[in-house]
């Protein structure tokens, strides 16, 4: 049962132009929210996050919208780097008895120059 | 700061073999976790300590890995005996006390079983 869900595995860009990544989460007990970042042969790096009493938060050009209603997320980059392309995973975060991190199989951003 | 430190980097296994993995976290951080990361997928969480004791191991095969967290600084994860699915890139990270902390990562481990 896959309860955070990045339907999109790879999205292309152009450089300079707004990265759009999509997440879905089914479980309604999932209070907080992140992205990570992913390159090559690295470990995913914490990129920003979100708390559900929140609908917006944003850092530089990164930006995380949250519809509770809709159990959506998204990630916006703007404007969009080469140095962007990496895959980038979502997580929940349980906050209720034993918190952990669920992910999403992640996304496959890639900028174009 | 220094990061998550993992070792080693890559491992080529025969089935059947066994394999440990080590993980020093960022000091100060009393939260560790371990990850599984098969090729496509999202990491999947096998176990998670709170310093040296298991908050959940619910998704960790027992009957094959085992991990633990001597003096909750340190902890190694063990594999025996390995199966050919387990080829993944086990993710050691960790964390500060407490809700809402993000979860720093080291590199990773890269397990091929042969």
């Known amino acids: 049962d896959q309860q955070v869900k990045q339907n999109s595995p790879s999205l292309s860009v152009q450089e300079g132009r707004i990265s759009i990544l999509n997440c879905d989460y089914t479980?309604?007990?999932?209070?907080?929210f992140l992205w990570y970042k992913k390159y090559p042969a690295e470990g995913p790096t914490f990129l920003i996050s979100i708390s559900s009493i929140k609908d917006k938060n944003e850092d530089g050009r990164f930006t995380v919208f949250l519809n509770k209603s809709a159990k959506h997320l998204s990630l916006h980059i703007v404007p969009s780097q080469p140095g962007d392309s990496a895959v980038y995973f979502c997580?929940?975060?349980?906050?209720?008895?034993?918190?952990?991190?669920?992910f999403g199989t992640g996304t496959r951003l890639k900028v174009l120059a | 700061e220094a990061g998550v430190a993992q070792s080693p980097r890559y491992k080529i296994i025969e089935k059947r073999q066994s394999v440990a993995f080590w993980c020093n976290p960022i000091?100060?951080?009393?939260?560790l976790y371990w990850y599984q990361q098969i090729l496509g997928q999202g990491p999947k969480l096998l176990i998670q300590?709170?310093?040296?004791?298991?908050?959940?191991d619910s998704q960790l095969p027992k009957d094959r890995f085992s991990a633990e967290r001597l003096k909750g600084v340190d902890s190694t994860l063990k594999i025996q005996p390995a199966k050919l699915e387990d080829s993944a890139v086990y993710l050691c990270a960790s964390s500060l006390p407490g809700v809402r902390t993000e979860a720093f990562f080291g590199q990773g481990t890269r397990l091929t079983v042969v």
């Open positions: 997580a929940a975060f349980f906050t209720s008895g034993t918190y952990k991190y669920i």
């Open positions: 479980n309604s007990m999932f209070d907080y």
């Open positions: 000091s100060g951080h009393a939260t």
């Open positions: 300590f709170q310093n040296n004791g298991v908050v959940d």
